[in-house]
T-cell receptor, first 115, second 110 residues
Framework: KAGVTQTPRYLIKTRGQQVTLSCSPI?????VSWYQQTPGQGLQFLFE???????NKGNFPGRFSGRQFSNSRSEMNVSTLELGDSALYLC??????????????FGPGTRLTVL | DQQVKQNSPSLSVQEGRISILNCDYT??????FLWYKKYPAEGPTFLIS?????DKNEDGRFTVFLNKSAKHLSLHIVPSQPGDSAVYFC?????????FGAGTRLTVKP
């Protein structure tokens, strides 16, 4: 089974720009979650999509948004980029049917640098 | 606010010895805990979990201990192997909320 893939792997943007990151889950998985990882902060939950609907949301500003398509692929968008948005963005897929006891499988992440 | 803390950013142990990674949490509502391992340039991979109804869960060389009264979680790796060198994240959840610690970098020396 192919793992979770994320594109692009690296991205450099400037302040004020917007960015879209993509995540393709494991085949058959219907849940995709997004996380931001910054040094010293660990992973912070952004949001989870299940069957094209946002099921859970973390405590991030509205500049961070996402969506999920009918094939379960998900995109995350960040508008009006700030320097503090520089981070590794990870997505994780799971079957989505057993709640928090579903095993999450993470992609390799997209390293976003905002200059 | 950091509800899950891993106070040791790094840990170094000798191959064959025990590695003990620690994690503290502040929210008494957390009732499900997980450990993930992360290698460079890869996403975290799930290692082991424990529900709050247990105080210990074992899986091969990995054992997770939960002390609810102290709000403390630990991961024991016995014996440690060089391939265990990675960053370890603990996570705690309740309802639909999951929080991660900042990670501890484990180095196992041959």
């Amino acid at each position: 089974k192919a793992g979770v893939t994320q594109t692009p792997r690296y991205l450099i943007k400037t302040r004020g720009q917007q960015v879209t990151l993509s995540c393709s889950p494991i085949s058959g998985h219907r849940s995709v979650s997004w996380y931001q990882q910054t040094p010293g902060q660990g992973l912070q939950f952004l949001f989870e999509y299940f069957s094209e609907t946002q099921r859970n949301k973390g405590n991030f500003p509205g500049r961070f948004s996402g969506r999920q398509f009918s094939n379960s692929r998900s995109e995350m968008n960040v508008s009006t980029l700030e320097l503090g948005d520089s981070a590794l963005y990870l997505c994780a897929s799971s079957a989505g049917t057993s709640g928090r006891e579903d095993t999450q499988y993470f992609g390799p992440g997209t390293r976003l640098t905002v200059l | 606010d950091q509800q899950v803390k891993q106070n040791s950013p790094s840990l170094s142990v000798q191959e064959g010895r025990i590695s003990i990674l620690n994690c503290d949490y502040t929210n008494s509502m957390f009732d499900y805990f997980l450990w993930y391992k992360k290698y460079p340039a890869e996403g975290p991979t799930f290692l082991i979990s424990i529900s709050s109804i247990k105080d210990k869960n074992e899986d091969g060389r990995f054992t997770v201990f939960l002390n609810k009264s102290a709000k403390h979680l630990s991961l024991h790796i016995v014996p440690s192997q060089p391939g265990d060198s990675a960053v370890y994240f603990c996570a705690a959840s309740w309802s639909n909320d999951m929080r991660f610690g900042a990670g501890t970098r484990l180095t196992v020396k041959p």
